[in-house]
């Protein structure tokens, strides 16, 4: 086996395969970074009424809603909407949780983002 490795592989084969690996972990890297600089920003009627930390753990009420955030994810946990869509997604690190009935949106931005919406 290491002589077919050794026959077959070329120089720029190797070259190939470690900038492959440097690219997995930055990757890696980037998305461990990013989940410690998020937030969760809570709009009511397209107006934002909060922003929280993702890193600590909380439980907020809002219009008929309990939001949850644990463990660096967030879940709209109750609502007293009819179809309950926003309970059902379950829990979230990066996808917005919309309940249209009751007009709350909850988004997770990084602070990379905010910088770039601001402007």
């Given at each position: 086996?290491?002589?077919?490795?050794?026959?077959?592989?070329?120089?720029?084969?190797?070259?190939?395969?470690?900038?492959?690996?440097?690219?997995?972990?930055?990757?890696?890297?980037?998305?461990f970074?990013?989940?410690?600089?998020?937030?969760?920003?809570?709009y009511?009627?397209d107006?934002?009424?909060?922003?929280?930390?993702?890193d600590?753990?909380r439980?907020?009420?809002?219009e008929?809603?309990?939001i949850?955030?644990r463990?660096?994810?967030?879940?709209?946990?109750?609502s007293?909407?009819?179809?309950?869509?926003?309970?059902?997604?379950?829990?979230?690190?990066?996808l917005p949780?919309?309940?249209a009935?009751?007009?709350?949106a909850?988004?997770i931005?990084s602070?990379?983002?905010?910088?770039?919406?601001?402007?």
């Amino acid at each position: 086996m290491k002589h077919f490795i050794r026959k077959n592989l070329t120089k720029s084969d190797i070259a190939l395969i470690i900038i492959l690996i440097l690219i997995v972990f930055t990757m890696l890297f980037y998305f461990f970074l990013s989940n410690s600089n998020q937030h969760v920003e809570i709009y009511y009627a397209d107006k934002l009424l909060h922003t929280y930390a993702l890193d600590n753990d909380r439980v907020i009420e809002i219009e008929d809603m309990i939001i949850e955030i644990r463990n660096g994810k967030v879940r709209v946990k109750e609502s007293d909407c009819k179809r309950q869509i926003c309970v059902n997604q379950g829990w979230s690190r990066n996808l917005p949780i919309i309940c249209a009935p009751n007009k709350v949106a909850v988004v997770i931005r990084s602070k990379q983002d905010s910088i770039l919406i601001t402007r």
